[in-house]
C-alpha cells in the first residue's frame, strides 16, 4: 500500500531533524564545557536572543534555564537597541542565537557587550560569520541540511532548542539542582503540587490539638472538638509527641471511667509522624498505607511543630 504524501513529507522531515540531532550529539566539545564553566560560576543572569526563528528558540531555552536554577531572560534585540540593553548588567552573560551568524539586528547588543566587558556566547550555523568573531565562546551547529527544501530554519532550530536543553541540563548538574528546588520553582499547576512539601499545608501553632501528659480526659475532649481533627497529640514539656489520642483510643477506653483518666493513660504511644520538609505526596502514601487520617509532624528532635490531616492533603491538590 503507498505511502500518502503528506505521511511521506512528515517522515522525511523527522529523518532530517534526526539526522541533525544525531550530528550536534558528536558535535559537543571544548566550546561547550568552556560555556558551561563561564555560566555556572555568575553572578547575574544569562541574557539569551535572537531574532525571527532564532528568536523564538531563545525565548524556550530562557524558560528552561530559568526553571532549572540558571537565572535567564529573553530580551528582543530590536527592543534592546531602543531602551532595553539597560537591563543588562555587567554582572550578567549574553548568549545570541542566529543561524547565519550575521544578522544585524543583533550588532547593538554585541557592541553593548564588548563595551562593558560582558561575556558573549554565541550558538550559528556558520563557522566564519560576525557573530562567532565577536563571541568569548561559539558553538557552531554541525553542517546538516534544513528538512525544508526552501532552506527555512527546521533541522537547525531544533539543533538549537536540544543544545538549549543540553547547557540547561549540564547547568543543573553542575549546580547540583535537585527536584525539591525544581518543585520551589514550579508551585502551580499539576507540577507544583507533586513537589508540594508537608511544612506548606500543614496546621501549627494555636491550630494544634496538643495536651499534656497528665491532661484529664474531660478536657482533652475539649480540645479535640475545638480543634476539628479528630485526635489530640500528647506532648511533655519540651514539646515531644510522647503519643495521640484519636477516637479509636476513646472507644477502647469506654467502659472505664474516661473523663476522669489522663491523657497518658489513653493514649497510643509513638505516634506516626513526618518530617516538614518531606513530600505531601509521601504523608498522603504513608496515611493510605497505615489507614490513619492524621500524622504528627516532628523537627529532627522529635518536637511537634505541626499536624497534617488527609483533608489538608487532598485540598491542596495532592492525589
Same mark, same amino acid.
Given at each position: 500500500m503507498a505511502v500518502h504524501p503528506d505521511i511521506e513529507a512528515a517522515h522525511q522531515v523527522l529523518q532530517a531533524e534526526i539526522a541533525g540531532l544525531q550530528a550536534l550529539d558528536g558535535a559537543f566539545d571544548a566550546d561547550f564545557t568552556r #560555556?558551561? $564553566?563561564?555560566?555556572?560560576? &555568575?553572578?547575574?543572569?544569562?541574557?539569551? +536572543?535572537?531574532? %525571527?526563528?532564532?528568536?523564538?528558540?531563545?525565548?524556550k531555552?530562557?524558560?528552561?534555564?530559568?526553571?532549572?536554577?540558571?537565572?535567564?531572560?529573553?530580551?528582543?534585540p530590536a527592543e534592546a537597541s531602543h531602551g532595553d540593553l539597560g537591563m543588562i548588567t555587567e554582572q550578567d552573560a549574553v548568549l545570541l542565537l542566529s543561524n547565519s551568524g550575521e544578522t544585524p539586528e543583533l550588532g547593538d547588543m554585541i557592541n553593548y557587550t564588548?563595551?562593558?566587558?560582558?561575556?558573549?556566547?554565541?550558538?550559528?550555523?556558520?563557522?566564519?560569520?560576525?557573530?562567532?568573531? #565577536?563571541? $568569548?565562546?561559539?558553538?557552531? &551547529?554541525?553542517?546538516?541540511?534544513?528538512? +525544508?527544501?526552501? %532552506?527555512?530554519?527546521?533541522?537547525?532550530?531544533?539543533?538549537?532548542?536540544?543544545?538549549?536543553?543540553?547547557?540547561?541540563?549540564?547547568?543543573?548538574?553542575?549546580r547540583g539542582f535537585t527536584k525539591e528546588d525544581f518543585g520551589v520553582l514550579h508551585p502551580g499547576g499539576?507540577?507544583?503540587?507533586?513537589?508540594?512539601?508537608?511544612?506548606q499545608i500543614m496546621r501549627s501553632g494555636k491550630d494544634l490539638p496538643v495536651v499534656a501528659v497528665d491532661a484529664v480526659m474531660a478536657d482533652v475532649l475539649l480540645v479535640m472538638t475545638a480543634?476539628?481533627?479528630?485526635?489530640?497529640?500528647?506532648?511533655?514539656?519540651?514539646?515531644?509527641?510522647?503519643?495521640?489520642?484519636t477516637d479509636g483510643d476513646l472507644r477502647r477506653h469506654m467502659e472505664g471511667n474516661l473523663l476522669t483518666a489522663t491523657?497518658?493513660?489513653?493514649?497510643?504511644?509513638?505516634?506516626?509522624?513526618?518530617?516538614?520538609?518531606?513530600?505531601?505526596?509521601?504523608?498522603?502514601?504513608?496515611m493510605n498505607r497505615l489507614s490513619v487520617t492524621s500524622l504528627c509532624v516532628v523537627d529532627h528532635t522529635g518536637k511537634l511543630v505541626g499536624m497534617v490531616h488527609i483533608h489538608d492533603v487532598l485540598r491542596a491538590g495532592v492525589a
Open positions: #560555556a558551561v $564553566d563561564l555560566l555556572s560560576g &555568575l553572578k547575574g543572569r544569562i541574557v539569551i +536572543s535572537g531574532m %525571527g526563528k532564532s528568536g523564538h528558540i531563545a525565548k531555552i530562557a524558560a528552561t534555564l530559568a526553571s532549572t536554577g540558571s537565572p535567564a531572560m529573553f530580551v528582543h564588548k563595551r562593558f566587558k560582558i561575556p558573549l556566547l554565541a550558538l550559528v550555523r556558520r563557522e566564519k560569520s560576525m557573530l562567532v568573531e #565577536a563571541a $568569548d565562546v561559539a558553538f557552531v &551547529l554541525p553542517e546538516v541540511p534544513e528538512a +525544508s527544501p526552501t %532552506g527555512a530554519p527546521t533541522t537547525s532550530t531544533t539543533m538549537m532548542l536540544a543544545w538549549g536543553d543540553a547547557l540547561a541540563m549540564a547547568l543543573l548538574h553542575r499539576k507540577l507544583g503540587k507533586a513537589f508540594l512539601r508537608v511544612e480543634k476539628s481533627l479528630g485526635c489530640a497529640v500528647v506532648v511533655d514539656t519540651s514539646g515531644n509527641a510522647l503519643g495521640i489520642i491523657a497518658q493513660n489513653v493514649m497510643t504511644a509513638s505516634p506516626k509522624a513526618i518530617l516538614p520538609s518531606q513530600l505531601a505526596s509521601e504523608a498522603l502514601g504513608i
